[in-house]
């Protein structure tokens, strides 16, 4: 049998343990359930599209600059959100629908 190794946010990852714990199953087991419906499908078994505001999750990036500035975290460049999210407030739309609604 494979062993896989992936990184993933502490919170996420906490989250998920307690979503499929309540479910039954671990979040290996989700993961199987997971690549086993991609294969049976020959796609991702839900749908995914951009959103459609680039702009939508403008604080993370500000907060990631923060973090740094106060030595409280140094970032790689693959944790840090798109710059395009780094926006000026005045431009800075509110919630954007795709992320309320949970689209990837």
Known sequence: MAQVSFRIDDTLKSEADALFGNMGMNLSTAITIFIRQ?????????????????????????????????G???????????????????????RSRCHAKGVV
């Open 38 to 70: 991609s294969i049976d499908r020959r796609a991702l078994p839900f749908e995914v599209r951009a959103c459609s505001n680039p702009l939508a999750a403008p604080n993370r990036i500000r907060a990631a600059i923060e973090d740094y500035a106060n």
């Open 72 to 94: 409280k975290k140094n970032y790689h460049i693959h944790e840090l959100p798109p710059l395009a999210e780094a926006a000026p407030a005045s431009r800075r739309p509110s």
